[in-house]
T-cell receptor
Framework: GQSLEQPSEVTAVEGAIVQINCTYQ??????LSWYQQHDGGAPTFLSY????GLEETGRFSSFLSRSDSYGYLLLQELQMKDSASYFC??????????FGKGTTLSVSS | DAGVTQSPTHLIKTRGQHVTLRCSPI?????VSWYQQVLGQGPQFIFQ???????GRGNFPDRFSARQFPNYSSELNVNALLLGDSALYLC??????????????FGPGTRLTVT
């Protein structure tokens, strides 16, 4: 089978740094993606890791360790607008994306 | 350039009825995927089409079917609707097929309510 585990909720204050972890069990693994979804909105692509290591895109970074079946999304200099749901998703052979259940991030002032 | 468009935005149907949802991908994208998102959950993969051929199917019953047209637009059909089919149905497009479709562009979704 296939599964992804991520925390259901994370809270933080503006300006802080938060890390959202994701562990996965899957076959035919190509890579790990991260998506953001605001309430009532469409998921939007944030980052992708096809190889082990860190990918940095502005305030967001993502990390992958294939040997540990583990990845994380790091959000720095948090802003109120970062309050949203964050999904890790496995890019897998024979499917499009398999999503985790999502982590709700609440940023307060 | 226009993003992924979906129609209708909202739909209310009765149990047992049939529904057709439509999606137009970003111009130049050849792959369309369909997802079902129940409140509080992540999107669940239903189908992927690439160059008008089915490339992947998720764990959904045969009541769900889809197709992709020569202009790369797509339809998702659901027969014999059940209350549990109430969800947000998302369409996503990408340039390539499986393996490199990690960056998908999602439409706003169709909110289906089955009563």
């Amino acid at each position: 089978g296939q599964s992804l585990e991520q925390p259901s909720e994370v809270t933080a204050v503006e300006g802080a740094i938060v890390q959202i972890n994701c562990t996965y069990q899957t076959s035919g693994f190509y890579g790990l993606s991260w998506y953001q979804q605001h309430d009532g909105g469409a998921p939007t692509f944030l980052s992708y890791n096809g190889l082990d290591g860190l990918e940095e895109t502005g305030r967001f970074s993502s990390f992958l360790s294939r040997s540990d079946s583990y990845g994380y999304l790091l959000l720095q200099e948090l802003q109120m607008k970062d309050s949203a749901s964050y999904f890790c998703a496995v890019n897998q052979a024979g499917t499009a994306l398999i999503f985790g259940k999502g982590t709700t991030l609440s940023v307060s002032s | 350039d226009a993003g992924v468009t979906q129609s209708p935005t909202h739909l209310i149907k009765t149990r047992g009825q049939h529904v057709t949802l439509r999606c137009s991908p970003i111009s130049g994208h050849k792959s369309v995927s369909w997802y079902q998102q129940v409140l509080g959950q992540g999107p669940q993969f239903i189908f992927q089409y690439y160059e008008k051929e089915e490339r992947g199917r998720g764990n959904f019953p045969d009541r769900f079917s889809a197709r992709q047209f020569p202009n790369y637009s797509s339809e998702l059909n659901v027969n014999a609707l059940l209350l549990g089919d109430s969800a947000l149905y998302l369409c996503a497009s990408s340039y390539a097929g499986t393996g490199s479709s990690y960056e998908q562009y999602f439409g706003p979704g169709t909110r289906l309510t089955v009563t």
